[in-house]
């Protein structure tokens, strides 16, 4: 690693990136990281601070995928001598995570949020916006990207603590594992807790529907309104506060990004109202005839027989059959993951049992 590029380590660089850069780029091209983007402008820094930068004509006319183009957090190859006013950006250093999501529209397209991101804070508000099933749909997101979760309840300071260990609670009950902080930027109780979580040299994103205080919380850690927050408190209905995606870096040498609320995410109709969690069905899949069962008209599903028995509720049948039909969810859910290799666990586990028996 060049002396340069020791620099970079605390904008989170390390011999991984190194390793791809080398196989890329020219000598005397230059790395730096995407901290915002407007459209065609970017604004990208390293060692030296911040500066603007634009995409090269030869990316442009190559560069055919949306999902290719430098997003916030990416590691970018530029020319910017020491008299340019603005970079030029050559080409993007492979994404070692990222952060995407379906396209909007019945597009099968997916649009970049970040790249490169060591932890995701999925963050719901315990006041009107906490529903399990949309935090699964979070998790089956950042898996999907190679990043680790935490979950963030905010506005603590607005329901009752019983109903905050009841969220909690469904939380656990759902199976996912995921590391919880609840907290209020109002009493600053749990703010700490965030503070504490977050590493210098490592880059987090803040992912969650709008108006539920991500904004907010960046401020609370800054101490110091640096972005901008809704100034009437209210139930996060309405237009977004935050606009653009921006990589922020703490004093403590942490870096953060704030999103704008995703608001079409968690949209689906039925799914509001059917607070349960999918984690039923996982379960009762498990007893399915067979593995790869796809609880649509299998001899043997446990799920279709829970059905019909009137122990698994239609509505919840049909938003799993809806989520399941949905591209983001072509892949294995976070949970049904989890429980296959929890199976696949006790297969081992009875295997090497029949093999000591036998010795
Ligand atoms: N009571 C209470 N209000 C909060 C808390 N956190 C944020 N708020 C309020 O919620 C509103 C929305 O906060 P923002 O930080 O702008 O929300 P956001 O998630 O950044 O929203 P977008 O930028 O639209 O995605 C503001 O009026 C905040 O003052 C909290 O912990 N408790
Ligand atoms: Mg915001
Ligand atoms: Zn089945």
Request: proline content about 3%; some cysteine; charged content about 25%.
């Amino acid at each position: 690693m060049s002396q340069a590029e020791q620099q970079l380590q605390q904008f989170g660089w390390d011999d991984w990136f190194a390793e791809q850069a080398r196989e890329l780029t020219p000598t005397e091209q230059r790395v730096a990281r995407v901290v915002a983007v407007d459209r065609e402008q970017f604004v990208v820094m390293d060692e030296s601070g911040e500066y603007r930068a634009r995409l090269s004509g030869r990316f442009l006319h190559t560069t055919g995928e949306a999902t290719d183009f430098p997003c916030v957090g990416d590691w970018v190859a530029l020319r910017h001598g020491s008299s340019d006013t603005i970079g030029i950006i050559q080409t993007v250093i492979p994404r070692r995570s990222f952060l995407r999501r379906k396209a909007a529209g019945n597009s099968i397209d997916y649009q970049m949020i970040a790249a490169n991101i060591d932890a995701a804070l999925i963050v719901q508000s315990c006041q009107f916006d906490f529903n399990i099933n949309r935090l699964e749909r979070y998790l089956v997101m950042v898996r999907d990207g190679h990043v680790m979760p935490v979950i963030l309840l905010t506005k603590a300071d607005l329901v009752s603590p019983a109903t905050l260990e009841q969220q909690i609670g469904q939380i656990k009950n759902a199976g996912i594992n995921a590391e919880v902080i609840a907290l209020s930027n109002i009493t600053g109780e749990g703010v700490d807790k965030v503070g504490a979580l977050l590493c210098p040299g490592k880059t987090y994103c803040l992912l969650g529907s709008s108006g539920i205080g991500k904004s907010t919380l960046i401020n609370r850690l800054i101490g110091r309104h640096l972005l901008a927050t809704r100034v009437v408190s209210d139930n996060g209905e309405g237009r977004h506060t935050t606009v653009r995606r921006e990589l922020i870096m703490l004093e403590s040498g942490a870096m953060l990004i704030d999103t704008p609320g995703m608001r079409e995410f968690g949209i689906l109709g039925a799914e509001e109202g059917i607070g349960d969690s999918f984690a039923d069905i996982y379960q009762l899949a498990l007893a399915c005839r067979y593995k790869d069962c796809s609880h649509a008209n299998e001899p043997g599903c446990a799920v279709l027989n829970a059905l019909e028995e009137g122990s698994l509720h239609p509505a919840q049948y049909q938003n799993f059959v809806k989520l399941r039909s949905e591209s983001a969810f072509h892949e294995m859910s976070y949970l049904e993951k989890r429980n296959k290799d929890k199976a696949f666990g006790r297969q081992i586990k009875s295997i090497k049992k029949d093999l000591k028996r036998n010795f």
